[in-house]
T-cell receptor, first 115, second 116 residues
Framework: AQSVTQLGSHVSVSEGALVLLRCNYS??????LFWYVQYPNQGLQLLLK??????LVKGINGFEAEFKKSETSFHLTKPSAHMSDAAEYFC?????????????FGTGTQLKVEL | GAGVSQSPSNKVTEKGKDVELRCDPI?????LYWYRQRLGQGLEFLIY????????KSGLPSDRFSAERTGESVSTLTIQRTQQEDSAVYLC??????????????FGPGTRLTVL
């Protein structure tokens, strides 16, 4: 079984400031971890994923995330926020492949970027 | 190529009516997933298909919910005797190979269902 907790349903940053969106997971097997972004009235788009190997993962639009097994975390960061980053962000975990690869999502974090 | 498409984009129905939601996956994708997103909540897994069979229906909330997939392509999610708590955005996703754990799921834009 697996679960995801996203701390902070709403995060507000100034344009140009650091973005930090928190995600903690629970998984009975080595996890595969994902971050998705959802813009208004659109489907989810994959930002980045961790499977195995390098723990610092770079994604699209300047985002990156670091897998920390000791902390069971996979926080999403971006050094400098842009207005276009305003969206909802979802962290997800996938268990073992025998489960059909379904994703278990967190409740999401709405990111607001202010001038 | 085209992405995952869903229809209708919006559906308003009266309590007690049946609704059908359609998903057209990316051509060639063998796996298809349905998720539900209720207001203020994360996505809940409903059901997934490998080809035309559905090995995992564990997320379907009740027997009012059913889904089918034909021709390893289009899928339909049917909700019978809709209730107000069924109001949500229903998202469909497809992926190339369900056996590959790192396989990316591509999401459609969703169908927003409102039950009055």
């Amino acid at each position: 079984a697996q679960s995801v907790t996203q701390l902070g349903s709403h995060v507000s940053v100034s344009e140009g400031a650091l973005v930090l969106l928190r995600c903690n997971y629970s998984s009975s097997v080595p996890p595969y971890l994902f971050w998705y972004v959802q813009y208004p009235n659109q489907g989810l788009q994959l930002l980045l994923k961790y499977t195995t190997g390098a723990t610092l993962v770079k994604g699209i639009n300047g985002f990156e995330a670091e897998f920390k097994k000791s902390e069971t975390s996979f926080h999403l960061t971006k050094p400098s926020a842009h207005m276009s980053d305003a969206a909802e962000y979802f962290c997800a975990v996938r268990g073992q492949a025998g489960g059909g690869n379904k994703l278990t999502f967190g409740t999401g974090t709405q990111l607001k970027v202010e001038l | 190529g085209a992405g995952v498409s869903q229809s209708p984009s919006n559906k308003v129905t009266e309590k007690g009516k049946d609704v059908e939601l359609r998903c057209d996956p990316i051509s060639g994708h063998t796996a298809l997933y349905w998720y539900r997103q209720r207001l203020g909540q994360g996505l809940e897994f409903l059901i997934y298909f490998q080809g035309n069979s559905a090995p995992d229906k564990s997320g379907l909330p009740s027997d009012r919910f059913s889904a089918e997939r034909t021709g390893e392509s289009v899928s339909t999610l049917t909700i019978q005797r809709t209730q107000q708590e069924d109001s949500a955005v229903y998202l469909c996703a497809s992926s190339l190979n369900w056996l590959v754990r790192a396989d990316e799921q591509f999401f459609g834009p969703g169908t927003r269902l409102t039950v009055l």
